[in-house]
């Protein structure tokens, strides 16, 4: 399976088929939004998505380089169009605080020696992004 001792026995490399990964879980994400041309010039966009869990609390060890346990965040954004015909883009979106709790996700022994024990995920992100775009 995927568990830690899997990542290290030497069996199979990552991202083959059976082999050691993430342990993510299929999920269903649920996003609406909507756009609105407030002017000739402007636009606003709103937006919201909202996912399911892709971490499993026996998975936590291996996705602390990958920490994706965020489930919902709503964006807004907008455009403007300039008079020289470019445009301006822009947008802001928060990625809600979210955490995982790990159930044995560090098995005995690992590192050798140890007993193991859980490691735990959190993750809150905020997101900013401007653009100019121009036709040549």
Known sequence: GNSVASLFNGSKQLGLAN???????DLTVLKLGVSHQYSKDLVLRAGISKGDQPVPSGETFFNILAPGVV???PSLGATWATASGGEWSGFYSRAFGQSVTGANSIPPGF???YGG???NLHLQ???IGISYGWKF
């Open 117 to 119: 024990g859980n490691a």
């Open 125 to 127: 992100e905020d997101l």
């Open 71 to 73: 489930q919902n965040h």
């Open 111 to 113: 590192p050798p020696g």
């Open 19 to 25: 082999g050691p990964g993430f342990g993510w879980r």
